[in-house]
């Protein structure tokens, strides 16, 4: 009996720190979808980086999520 997973959907998350308000770090998420399935983590830092240099917040951190389906061979 093998356990095992196939890769459904990859996105990466982006973590902008808008600054502060009423004394309090604001930081906000934009999620970019449908990434490629095999894409590096050395790919998915420079697409990063290079979307957040366009914009006004600064970019915190860069998370990678993916969304898999586990499946049981032996059945």
Sequence with gaps: ???????????????????????KE?????????????????SIHAIATTICSLQVPTLEEVQRTQTSLIINDGQ
């Design 26 to 42: 604001v930081f906000k998420t934009k999620t970019y979808s449908n990434l490629k399935a095999d894409a590096t983590i050395d």
């Design 1 to 23: 009996m093998a356990i095992t997973s196939d890769v459904l959907a990859t996105k990466m998350v982006t973590r902008l720190n808008c600054g502060l308000v009423n004394g």
